[in-house]
């Protein structure tokens, strides 16, 4: 059974960091893509940023140069490190990862719980 546990969200001001950890179970974690979406309210959920087996990231055009996601194979985790917080950045943020034969985790994937970050001005 596959397990995605995020933790870190948090209340913050603008221009703070929070650091985002996303521990995964039951998958080989060493050899799945990781990503991180959110979803603030009334909008669509978003691809935030992926990072490949091999570490190769890719960021949305509106968090790049602020935020950072890594991963470390011995924990089963993915980070999302967020510098540089805007009001916009308010969402839940969700880790997925994708099934196998599935092009994405929202084609098909499974999903954590979710863990809310509020950005305050």
């Known amino acids: 059974q596959v397990q995605l546990v995020e933790s870190g969200g948090s209340l913050v001001q603008a221009g703070g960091s929070l650091r985002l950890s996303c521990a995964a179970s039951?998958?080989?974690?060493?050899?799945?893509?990781m990503y991180w979406y959110r979803q603030a309210p009334g909008k669509q959920r978003e691809l935030v940023a992926a990072?490949?087996?091999?570490?190769?990231?890719n960021y949305a055009d509106s968090v790049k140069g602020r935020f950072t996601i890594s991963r470390d194979n011995a924990k089963n985790t993915v980070y999302l490190q967020m510098n540089s917080l805007k009001p916009e950045d308010t969402a839940v943020y969700y880790c997925?990862?994708?099934?196998?034969?599935?092009?994405?985790?929202?084609?098909?994937?499974?999903w954590g719980q979710g863990t809310q970050v509020t950005v305050s001005s």
């Open positions: 997925a990862v994708r099934q196998s034969f599935a092009s994405s985790p929202e084609d098909n994937g499974y």
């Open positions: 990072i490949t087996s091999v570490g190769s990231t």
């Open positions: 039951g998958i080989i974690f060493k050899f799945n893509a």
